[in-house]
């Protein structure tokens, strides 16, 4: 970590000696980090941006692989490497920022070692020198004890400097207060003690410090998530609410699990990573405005294609419906044809629904005369007082008798 630490460290205490104060320094080498990071957070931002315009596709896929989540996946893959991204495209880029922090916050543990530039086995000297002058100076987390020794350089600088005289000329004081705040310490969670005589600034102020980072983290991933809404769109360019509701759905949990990972880390850290994790979220939900503005003006040129292409083939297909129901009123149903017919096929169907036509209104005109079936047995005679005479309705075999011609 040498590598990125060394070069923070330099960074920083340049920014300090600037500005004067420790925590603007921190928020101005937030923006540095910001703008060297824009190449990458725009790749993040595209990949984000691209798979979320895909969730209407990557829906149909779910539904048209049912059960088969093998499948299902095989064909996510293949969708992705067809639109050029990278299943885990957007997420490594976005876990540089992270990288950073780690050995940012090894620069802000150890500023005697990084911003005075004094090597590790002098900067735990000095540490322990001030450990014995005064033995309530530092607290019982040796973890932090470069800082909280760092904030007292000032007042034992004369004794330092004949101690350390190979370091005489770096040994300096660094005044690590915030708007009235001491960054180098641990806000403390428990809000119930700021009250009474603890309802200073100094508690509230510290207090607050990692809610309004926690609460920036949130704004910051809200905002993503409604801009990435903002490009899901259906074949036809339009917004699918659907797919957005599915996207929400997954994104959800990361949406808040990521500002309560935030705020743990802002109560167990000083507070000068709260002031920097605050101001990477603000110049984050600038920077997020901004790309997304780039970016939507692209997705909008394709949607707006998508939609000029819907509207043409809506028209076509209302222009075919006029002229069928055209043909329904002067030819009836039976009379409808493809349009695609030829012109001789067509006069045979002229023809041919003329004759049917023709035909129906002559059998209309001279209906058959159907006999009507036997539904009884009728006398032989026809003559009911007579029912046994031979007639013209006589049956031999009536009775069951065979009577043979």
């Given amino acids: 970590m040498e590598i990125i630490t060394v070069p923070f460290g330099y960074l920083l205490d340049w920014l300090v000696q600037l500005l004067g104060n420790y925590g603007f320094a921190l928020i101005?080498?937030?923006?540095?980090?910001?703008?060297?990071?824009?190449?990458?957070?725009?790749?993040?931002?595209?990949?984000?941006?691209?798979?979320?315009?895909?969730?209407?596709?990557?829906?149909?896929?779910?539904?048209?692989?049912?059960?088969?989540?093998?499948?299902?996946?095989?064909?996510?893959?293949?969708?992705?490497?067809?639109?050029?991204?990278?299943?885990?495209?957007?997420?490594?880029?976005?876990?540089?920022?992270?990288?950073?922090?780690?050995?940012?916050?090894?620069?802000?543990?150890?500023?005697?070692q990084y911003i005075m530039h004094i090597d590790a086995e002098t900067a735990k000297d000095i540490v322990t020198w001030i450990g014995a002058s005064a033995p309530n100076l530092l607290s019982s987390n040796n973890y932090y004890h470069q800082m909280e020794a760092a904030a007292h350089i000032g007042e034992y600088l004369p004794q330092l400097q004949a101690a350390f005289p190979e370091v005489a000329d770096k040994l300096r004081a660094i005044d690590f207060s915030f708007l009235g705040l001491n960054l180098g310490q641990i806000?403390?969670?428990?809000?119930?003690?700021?009250?009474?005589?603890?309802?200073?600034?100094?508690?509230?102020?510290?207090?607050?410090?990692?809610?309004?980072?926690?609460?920036?983290?949130?704004?910051?991933?809200?905002?993503?998530?409604?801009?990435?809404?903002?490009?899901?769109?259906?074949?036809?360019?339009?917004?699918?609410k659907d797919a957005q509701a599915t996207a929400n759905s997954t994104s959800r949990t990361m949406t808040f699990v990521m500002p309560v990972m935030s705020l743990y880390f802002c109560f167990v850290?000083?507070?000068?990573?709260?002031?920097?994790?605050?101001?990477?979220?603000?110049?984050?939900?600038?920077?997020?405005?901004?790309?997304?503005?780039?970016?939507?003006?692209?997705?909008?040129e394709e949607d707006q294609k998508r939609r000029e292409a819907a509207a043409l083939l809506r028209q076509k297909e209302a222009e075919r419906e006029r002229i069928r129901a055209e043909r329904r009123?002067?030819?009836?149903?039976?009379?409808?044809?493809?349009?695609?017919?030829?012109?001789?096929?067509?006069?045979?169907?002229?023809?041919?629904?003329?004759?049917?036509?023709?035909?129906?209104?002559?059998?209309?005109?001279?209906?058959?005369?159907?006999?009507?079936?036997?539904?009884?047995?009728k006398h032989f005679s026809g003559d009911p007082e007579r029912p046994y005479c031979k007639g013209r309705a006589y049956k031999a075999n009536r009775y069951g008798r065979n009577v043979e011609d």
């Fill in 28 to 112: 101005a080498f937030s923006l540095i980090l910001k703008v060297l990071l824009l190449p990458a957070s725009a790749k993040s931002r595209k990949s984000s941006l691209k798979m979320s315009r895909l969730a209407p596709q990557i829906k149909a896929l779910e539904i048209e692989c049912g059960e088969d989540k093998n499948r299902y996946q095989q064909e996510v893959s293949k969708l992705y490497k067809q639109e050029g991204i990278g299943c885990t495209g957007g997420c490594l880029w976005s876990l540089l920022p992270l990288l950073i922090l780690l050995p940012l916050y090894a620069v802000i543990r150890n500023p005697i």
């Fill in 329 to 377: 009123a002067k030819y009836g149903e039976e009379g409808m044809v493809d349009p695609n017919t030829s012109k001789k096929k067509m006069k045979a169907q002229e023809e041919a629904a003329k004759k049917a036509a023709a035909d129906a209104y002559a059998a209309a005109k001279n209906p058959v005369q159907e006999e009507p079936a036997e539904t009884e047995d």
């Fill in 269 to 300: 850290m000083p507070a000068a990573i709260s002031v920097y994790w605050f101001a990477q979220s603000v110049f984050g939900v600038v920077q997020d405005i901004i790309l997304n503005k780039h970016f939507r003006k692209i997705y909008e």
């Fill in 187 to 240: 806000p403390s969670w428990k809000f119930w003690n700021f009250f009474g005589e603890g309802a200073t600034w100094a508690n509230w102020g510290m207090f607050l410090i990692p809610v309004v980072s926690a609460g920036s983290q949130l704004l910051s991933m809200l905002v993503s998530q409604k801009s990435n809404n903002k490009v899901v769109t259906d074949k036809d360019g339009e917004e699918d």
